[in-house]
């Protein structure tokens, strides 16, 4: 088991930048492909970006492609989203999520979450 915490959000600009960062506990954290999402107030929870376990591969939906970044350091057992030109439409809470499915966007295929951070964008 993993458990995660995330930190980093506030309120940003239209246009600004933001960094969360979740930690992760136990000795286990490279063997998880790890993953953020986001949940707006009356929306579904958002794939916003996922990581393989080492950390090469990425992916990205298309609504955040570009100015987002995930990264992880496995050694420090935390994974970051760098999130650049940020827009009103990506105010939610953001949530960090561990699997053992590579790199996938689907929510529920994501058996450990945090308990969320809330990005707050204004115009």
């Known amino acids: 088991q993993v458990a995660l915490v995330e930190s980093g959000g506030g309120l940003v600009q239209a246009g600004g930048s933001l960094r969360l960062s979740c930690a992760a506990s136990g000795r286990t954290f490279s063997r998880y492909a790890m993953g953020w999402f986001r949940q707006a107030p009356g929306k579904e929870r958002e794939f916003v970006a996922a990581i393989s376990r080492s950390g090469a591969s990425t992916y990205y939906p298309d609504s955040v492609k570009g100015r987002f970044t995930i990264s992880r350091d496995n050694a420090k057992n935390t994974v970051n989203l760098q999130m650049n030109s940020l827009k009103p439409e990506d105010t939610a809470v953001y949530y960090c999520?561990?699997?053992?499915?590579?790199?996938?966007?689907?929510?529920?295929?994501?058996?450990?979450w945090g308990q969320g951070t809330q990005v707050t964008v204004s115009s």
């Open positions: 999520a561990a699997t053992a499915v590579p790199l996938t966007q689907t929510p529920h295929e994501y058996p450990y």
